[in-house]
């Protein structure tokens, strides 16, 4: 059985409305803690190979793990289209985990690291909700083990060694202007998407137009989540293409020697971090990659450490089905043995009436008729689920604001389009509680009986023929049309034998289209590939869409000026 946990002692009255009343810091606060060494008994982990991090966090030495090898089914979580209204995906994901343990079945969570960039600029918080939280959050939200800053410092250290090695003679033939490997930081800072560096003088080294990018968007980032051991971490990093020489030839981490420094730092990173949920159920909470930049997907070594020990993994794809969870089964379901066995799609009563066309300040409002044109953008992203041969479980994640009428009319489109559908609560009575049991009964379901995965299209087809069957099958779109620079880096593609890779498509997240203004299901438009970025480490082929930046500007009014450290120490405003 999978450890459980008291409640909290103040949790929040049972309904969803009731629960408005603390805020998702002062919950998680409330709750009690077990020590992380004996989540991880439970999980069957022995305490020789847990790293302790306190009390609470612990990463986990897979050599001594153990051979216990469960090979548990996986339940993918993925959404619809994304709006600012929200949708919960982390709440439903961990909210889901607790109701299958409270079923009894032996489950474990594995979900992506949250990154200071849209913590401290748009989102707050990136650890669930209410009574659906993976703890301690604080932890989780700001630094955690110092994954994303040893992520950084090896990209960084290749940055430094290629503007040496081109400073001290440039024996390789490096091209300063044909160098495509970018410096990265976990923070939101347009200022730095473009610059110029080198300047000074001949001692201060060449100059040169460089840039910065999110960490998250980092190969190496890619790279740490797709690896599968730390010495196919290694042979990954020493694969990635940095630039090219004069002669236009490629050139790796391998040509420059780097791979060995780059490895050495990210030795305790590659390691699974793990935590707990407010109810006790066992976290690993490893890497993170946005899906609308990158793949979008945990580690890999935290799924599958997760499959070891467990009946049943709970795991997540970054924002909707179209993006997050195209990419886990076009790409880490290709490198990993991740396959699921389950797809949970989820919705909420105030995305889909946006999607309907209502405006945000008036959504607490009951439409029906809105959320009825507003369904076309979740019946499309079942339709994508299904063409992957899985059948999806649709998550209704209740809001306070929902009115009974509109629930009941979700449930009814569900129905009349013959997909499985659960109305949740893991916010305001949580998972470990009774707000998720419909949807676990649902999942179980599906679990008996599971689908084959099938990926959209084989590797053997053309990078430019992949990621039209992505528009057309996936988005809807009738065609791709492709800038003189992706059709150039087309050919390159082909001259360098990178064919056989599958594409990553960098996407608003906001509309199946690359116009993020395209809400509910459109058909017809054109996708404009602007760049084609081959990611030979990681081993797939980013196809950048629209006006999609892979360094995010913070907003006018950025979440980081609401939050502070009180006098006790104690951080506010975070969520």
């Known amino acids: 059985m999978t450890a459980t946990a008291p409640s909290p002692s103040a949790s929040p009255d049972s309904s ?9 810091l002062e919950i998680a606060r409330a709750a009690t ?3 992380i060494v004996e989540i991880a008994a439970a999980a069957g982990i022995p305490e020789d190979a847990l790293e302790l991090y306190g009390r609470y966090k612990a990463k986990i030495d897979l050599s001594r793990l153990g051979a216990e090898d469960r090979h548990g089914q996986v339940v993918l979580v993925t959404a619809i289209s994304p709006t600012p209204a929200g949708e919960g995906k982390s709440t439903l994901t961990v909210g889901l985990a607790d109701a299958l343990a409270r079923a009894g079945k032996r489950t474990m969570i594995a979900i992506r690291e949250p990154s200071l960039g849209p913590i401290l600029g748009m989102k707050g918080g990136a650890t669930g909700g209410g009574l659906s939280q993976v703890l301690p959050m604080e932890d989780i939200n700001l630094h955690f083990t110092g994954d994303f800053h040893a992520i950084t410092a090896a990209n960084n250290a290749l940055c430094a060694l290629i503007d040496n090695h081109i400073f001290q003679g440039n024996a390789l033939d490096i091209d300063p202007r044909r160098v495509t490997f970018k410096r990265v930081m976990d923070m939101n800072d347009r200022a730095l998407r473009s610059i110029v560096i080198g300047l000074g003088g001949p001692a201060q080294g060449v100059p040169r137009e460089a840039g910065f990018d999110i960490t998250v968007a980092s190969e190496v980032m890619a790279v740490f989540c797709l690896a599968s051991s730390a010495a196919d971490l290694k042979e990954r990093l020493g694969r990635i293409t940095f630039g090219y020489t004069y002669g236009r030839r490629p050139l790796t981490v391998a040509d420059l020697g780097a791979a060995g420094v780059m490895a050495m730092l990210l030795k305790d990173a590659i390691k699974p971090n793990l935590v707990q949920t407010i109810a006790g159920t066992p ?14 997907c945990n580690s890999a070594l935290a799924t599958t450490t997760a499959r070891r020990l467990a009946d049943v993994v709970v ?9 997050g969870a195209e990419k886990f089964m076009d790409i880490k379901a290709r490198y990993a043995d991740v396959a699921p066995s389950a797809v949970v799609v989820v919705a909420t009563v105030r995305a889909l009436k946006m999607h309907g066309g209502v405006p945000k300040d008036a959504l607490t409002e009951p439409n029906v008729e809105a959320l009825e044109r507003g369904f076309v953008n979740l019946a499309r992203h079942v339709e994508n689920v299904r063409k992957f041969g899985l059948e999806p479980v649709v998550a209704v994640n209740r809001f306070g604001t929902d009115a009974p009428e509109e629930l009941d009319a979700v449930v009814r489109l569900c129905r009349g389009a013959g997909v499985r559908v659960a109305v949740a609560d893991v916010w305001g009575r949580g998972g470990g509680g009774d707000g998720g049991d ?20 084989p590797l053997e087809m053309g990078v430019e023929e992949k990621i039209g069957t992505v528009v057309r099958e996936v988005y809807r779109g009738a065609g791709v049309e492709f800038s003189d620079q992706a059709r150039r880096t087309l050919q390159q593609i082909h001259e360098n034998g990178w064919d056989g890779l599958p594409v990553c498509m960098a996407k608003t997240q906001y509309s199946f289209s690359d116009d993020p203004s395209l809400l509910g299901a459109p058909e017809g438009f054109t996708v404009h590939v602007r760049e084609l970025w081959p990611r030979t480490g990681a081993g797939f082929i980013v196809a950048v869409t629209g006006s999609l930046m892979t360094m995010p500007g913070l907003p006018k009014q950025p979440a980081a000026l609401r939050m502070d450290l009180d006098d006790e120490g104690q951080v506010t405003g975070l969520f």
Do not use: K
């Open 16 to 24: 969803a409305t009731g629960a408005l009343v603390r805020s998702d």
């Open 33 to 35: 803690l077990r020590p």
């Open 283 to 296: 976290a690993l909470v490893h890497g993170g990659p946005f899906a609308n930049i990158a793949h979008g």
């Open 315 to 323: 795991t997540e794809a970054g924002f909707g089905a179209d993006l």
């Open 438 to 457: 419909d949807l676990a009964r649902e999942v179980l379901a599906v679990l008996e009986a599971p689908g084959t995965l099938r990926h959209l299209y």
